[in-house]
């Protein structure tokens, strides 16, 4: 069973950062699937926000959060990361991470149905 945490959150003001992380319970499928980042605010649906292939080689991003947001992953440690910054209020939302149920899908994938395991969340929030 795949286990996921996510930590790191917490309350910033707009224009901080912060840096999320998740860390797997299994190190060693992580480096086959590729992994996102979603959100979801208050009275919202859940949105993508970035994924990462099992190399880390590609990325993608939601528009959004693109050039303010970095995704990343480190395999020896079973972890990835979201690094925030230049945060705002509508950033405001709790954030899972989640394991892409394809290994090796050449392509990454924005619809969370195509994720299998998810974590928890952490709460960001972001005060103006």
């Known amino acids: 069973q795949v286990q996921l945490v996510e930590s790191g959150g917490g309350l910033v003001q707009a224009g901080g950062s912060l840096r999320l992380s998740c860390a797997a319970s299994?190190?060693?499928?992580?480096?086959?699937?590729?992994m996102g980042w979603f959100r979801q605010a208050p009275g919202k649906e859940r949105e993508f926000v970035a994924a990462i292939s099992g190399s880390g080689s590609m990325t993608t991003y939601a528009d959004s959060v693109k050039g303010r947001f970095t995704i990343s992953r480190d395999n020896a440690e079973g972890t990835v990361y979201l690094q925030m910054t230049s945060l705002k209020p509508e950033d405001t939302a709790v954030y899972s991470c989640?394991?892409?149920?394809?290994?090796?899908?050449?392509?990454?994938?924005?619809?969370?149905?195509?994720?299998?395991?998810w974590g928890q969340g952490t709460q960001v929030t972001v005060s103006s």
């Open positions: 299994e190190r060693t499928f992580s480096s086959r699937h590729s």
């Open positions: 989640a394991r892409d149920d394809l290994p090796d899908r050449p392509v990454l994938k924005q619809r969370a149905s195509a994720y299998d395991f």
